[in-house]
């Protein structure tokens, strides 16, 4: 089993950034990608970023150019830095991780509220 805890949530305002972190525990050796997903109410998980251990980068086109995903294997700790801040980025915002897409493991979730 991995475990996955996420901090840096809050709110901002737009404009503003944020920094998110997800800590990887337990059975780690079997992670290879790690991302982000976030969730408003009544709407479908998105994924937002994906990293992949050899560091293959993927993000969805409403954070492109905005969102920045990296990796500390050394930390086993993944962050999302968020600039730029829209009122749609407001969710909340889930860790994942798996062998080969970043959903076999979930964090409890961080909110993220951005005021216009």
């Known amino acids: 089993q991995v475990q996955l805890v996420e901090s840096g949530g809050g709110l901002v305002q737009a404009g503003g950034s944020l920094r998110l972190s997800c800590a990887a525990s337990?059975?780690?050796?079997?992670?290879?990608?790690m991302g982000w997903y976030r969730q408003v109410p009544g709407k479908e998980r998105e994924l937002v970023a994906f990293?992949?251990?050899?560091?293959?980068?993927y993000y969805g086109d409403s954070v492109q150019g905005r969102f920045t995903i990296s990796r500390d294997n050394a930390k086993n700790t993944t962050y999302l830095q968020m600039n730029s801040l829209k009122s749609e980025d407001t969710a909340m915002y889930y860790c994942?991780?798996?062998?080969?897409?970043?959903?076999?493991?979930w964090g409890q979730g961080t909110q993220v509220t951005v005021s216009s």
């Open positions: 337990g059975s780690i050796f079997s992670i290879n990608a």
């Open positions: 994942g991780a798996g062998e080969v897409s970043p959903n076999d493991y």
């Open positions: 990293i992949s251990l050899s560091g293959n980068l």
